[in-house]
């Protein structure tokens, strides 16, 4: 658990932590075990979609967007958690990432529906959406398809 992990005070270097701190049970006690970790002046790098960030895919599954509103933190709300358990913070970028090649490919990707939020839509609701973007895939000339994704460091004072 990243509530309580089985290192000493002060022992670690660098935390780097990538698309997880959304499934994090408790946020604040990850954060002060981070803090207890992490030796003066050590860094946290968290890698984390926020919804602060309009997603590719959320205009054809529209039922993922109140899971994205109620569960992914804000920019401002990672920044106010981590500076809360001691762990200010030293750099914030918005970091754009390929995620395909082309529409279709961006299609057949989420087909896998290995994305937390599409993994819980109703079947139905999940074909429809799947259906909607092979239909604007469907003879589009290849063009890359980007996500951008917070990157934040913290330092341990």
Same mark, same amino acid.
């Given at each position: ?56 895919? #959320? *205009? ?7 899971? &994205? @509103? =109620?569960?992914?933190?804000?920019? +401002? !709300?990672?920044? %106010? $958690? ?6 200010? #913070? *030293? ?7 390929? &995620? @395909? =090649?082309?529409?279709?490919?961006? +299609? !057949?990707?989420? %087909? $896998? ?17 799947? @259906? =909607? ?25």
């Amino acid at each position: 658990s990243a509530e309580k992990l089985p290192l000493r005070d002060g022992s670690v270097d660098m935390i780097f932590m990538s698309m997880v701190l959304h499934h994090l049970h408790d946020r604040p006690a990850t954060a002060r075990e981070c803090h207890r970790i992490l030796r003066k002046e050590g860094r946290l790098c968290v890698r984390n979609c926020t919804r602060d960030i309009v997603y590719p895919q #959320s *205009r054809f599954f529209p039922g993922m967007r109140p899971f &994205v @509103a =109620a569960e992914l933190p804000s920019s +401002a !709300d990672v920044v %106010a $958690l981590f500076a809360a358990a001691g762990l200010p #913070s *030293r750099a914030h970028e918005i970091v754009t990432h390929a &995620v @395909a =090649a082309s529409w279709q490919e961006f +299609a !057949d990707k989420l %087909a $896998l529906r290995a994305d937390s939020f599409l993994a819980r839509l109703p079947d139905s609701e999940f074909a429809e959406g799947l @259906a =909607a973007l092979n239909a604007y895939a469907n003879g589009r000339e290849p063009e890359e398809i980007t996500e951008e994704i917070d990157f934040f460091v913290f330092e341990r004072a």
